[in-house]
């Protein structure tokens, strides 16, 4: 428990240095490779503390798709970051739970109990507060939730862990909690310097200059990532999955919270409630 909490708790605080660095104009892409640029020099010196020589194929192949997928969904999430709310943006996160659930029943005919949809059902209302009553009475609040470019961006990167969890946990399960950190790391720096270099190359210069007044943010945000990675490799090599996203489920609280107290961010009751409800809603899911 003790080590989920560690992970929640580093978690959010890597999105707020996420997004810190968005407010300051840097492009989310460069946000994210400068970001894998501090992992790669945390983990080169790591590589002496295992052999990677003795690592299977079933962990080169997993792990490589895991970093593929989590480097795309950081991506998404540092974009989303940079146009919702922080207090919007975590309790999106128990989507993370339908999106699997829809996965399962799509590609391997997990049909849901009527208490997994009850359980969806939840989450969706709980959504449907995040957002105080629109302006406009024509504006249903889960429309303008659903057509909010942040929270489209959230729900991609939300797509792309969800299915980066299946090869993530099955290299830890190949390797162990530190090298699958390691390479995690290692792999996706390249790329996230391709994505980078391929969609956005003009903006690498502005984005440099402006970079060198936030080295420690920089800093501080690649020590955030790696330890929240660590913690998430060694809980899903203790506990099932269902169980370890249940348990992650509650850093959105956390992040409503520090939306309120950094971002000045508005409607924290609202929030909270609809954090607490989307929660009950992603329990009753998993418990399913």
């Known amino acids: 428990m003790l080590v989920v909490f560690g992970r929640l708790l ?26 894998y640029v501090v992992l790669t020099i945390i983990c080169v010196p790591l590589l002496w503390t295992f052999n990677p ?26 974009m989303s970051l940079s146009k919702t709310d922080l207090s919007i943006f975590g309790p999106l996160n128990a989507y993370k739970v339908v999106i699997s659930m829809l996965l399962a029943m799509i590609f391997i005919g997990e049909i849901p109990s009527l208490q997994g949809f009850m ?21 249903n609040r889960l429309l303008q939730l659903l057509t909010d470019r942040g929270v489209q961006y959230r729900f991609l990167s939300i797509l792309l862990f969800s299915v980066g969890t299946l090869p993530l946990k099955n290299a830890v399960l190949a390797g162990d909690a530190i090298s699958t950190t390691v390479f995690w790391c290692l792999i ?12 956005l190359k003009d903006n690498f210069t ?17 020590i955030l990532i790696f330890l929240m990675q660590y913690m998430t490799m ?4 203790k506990l099932l999955i269902a169980y370890s996203l249940a348990l992650f489920q509650l850093g959105m609280v956390l992040q409503v ?10 409607h ?3 929030r909270l409630a609809a954090s607490t409800v989307m929660i009950m809603g992603s329990l009753l899911v998993l418990n399913a």
């Open 10 to 35: 580093f978690s959010s605080f890597a999105n707020v240095f996420q997004k810190k660095l968005a407010h300051h104009g840097l492009h989310p892409f460069f946000i994210v490779m400068a970001s």
């Open 53 to 78: 020589f003795v690592l299977s194929q079933t962990f080169w192949i997993n792990i490589f798709f895991a970093a593929l997928l989590d480097m795309a969904g950081t991506l998404f999430l540092v």
């Open 119 to 139: 359980g969806i059902s939840i989450i969706v209302v709980g959504s449907y507060f995040l957002f105080p009553p629109a302006t406009q009475s024509s504006t």
């Open 188 to 199: 996706g720096f390249p790329l996230a310097i391709i994505a980078h270099t391929v969609f």
């Open 206 to 222: 502005k984005d440099y200059q402006q970079s060198k007044n936030h080295v420690y943010h920089f800093l501080y945000l690649g």
């Open 234 to 237: 060694i809980v899903f090599s």
């Open 257 to 266: 919270f520090l939306g309120y107290r950094i971002f000045n961010e508005k």
């Open 268 to 270: 924290i009751l609202r």
